[in-house]
C-alpha cells in the first residue's frame, strides 16, 4: 500500500471558531449510508472516529486553487494514516468512519484504492450541517459543498473531542489515538 505525500507549502488553515460550538454536543441521530451499509453512529457502543474531509480526488483533476484553500489538501493521506493506525485505534475500542459530501460510489472507489480497513459515509444532502453546523470550504463545485477538515470523538452518542483545524492532515490519526490514550483509555 502506497503512502501519500502532501506538498511542501500548503496554507495553515487557522482557528476561525466555526467548530467552538461541538464539543460537549449530542451527536444527532441520524442514519448516513457507508460504503459499508447504513449507519448510525450516535448508536454505536464502541467510541467513534468520525473525520470528515473535503474531498477526494483519485478520478478528477482537483480544482484550480485547490492547494492554496487552506486545509483543503490532503484526504488521501489523512485516511491512509487512520488506514496505518487501525491497530492501534481498534485495541483503543475506537472505530473510525471517514465522512464527506461525496456519493457513495465515489466513496466505494476510494475504499478500494486506498484499502480503508473502515467504512466511509457519504453527506451528500448535507444533514451534519443541518443538524450540527459542521463549515463549509469557502469553494463550490458544480452545486457541490464540501466540509472543512475536522475530526470528532463521539463517546455514548456525544462529542467529547473536536480536532479543528486539522494540519497537518496526515498526523491526525497519531493526534487523535494520543488523545485517546490520555483521556479516554
Not at 34 to 56: D, K
Not at 101 to 123: A, W
Not at 127 to 140: A, G, R, S, T
Not at 164 to 183: G, M, T
Request: aromatic share 10%; charged share 20%.
Amino acid at each position: 500500500m502506497s503512502k501519500q505525500v502532501l506538498p511542501d507549502n500548503l496554507p495553515i488553515p487557522k482557528d476561525d471558531g466555526a467548530c467552538d460550538h461541538l464539543e460537549g454536543t449530542l451527536f444527532p441521530s441520524l442514519t448516513f449510508e457507508s460504503t459499508n451499509g447504513f449507519v448510525t453512529l450516535s448508536e454505536l457502543p464502541e467510541t467513534v472516529v468520525l473525520y470528515i474531509y473535503p474531498r477526494s480526488s483519485a478520478d478528477a483533476v482537483d480544482p484550480v486553487g485547490w492547494d492554496d484553500i487552506p486545509g483543503a489538501r490532503g484526504c488521501s493521506p489523512q485516511g491512509c494514516a487512520f488506514r496505518d493506525h487501525q491497530s492501534e485505534l481498534l485495541a483503543l475500542n475506537a472505530r473510525v468512519f471517514g465522512l464527506a459530501t461525496q456519493d457513495i460510489p465515489y466513496l466505494q472507489g476510494e475504499v478500494e484504492r486506498l484499502h480503508l480497513p473502515f467504512p466511509l459515509i457519504s453527506d451528500s444532502n448535507l444533514q451534519l450541517n443541518e443538524k450540527l453546523n459542521i463549515p463549509f470550504l469557502e469553494m463550490k463545485i458544480v452545486g457541490t459543498r464540501f466540509y472543512k477538515r475536522l475530526t470528532l470523538i463521539i463517546c455514548e452518542g456525544r462529542i467529547v473531542k473536536v480536532f479543528y483545524p486539522v494540519f497537518p492532515p496526515d498526523k491526525n490519526a497519531e493526534e487523535v489515538i494520543a488523545w485517546l490514550k490520555n483521556n479516554h483509555a
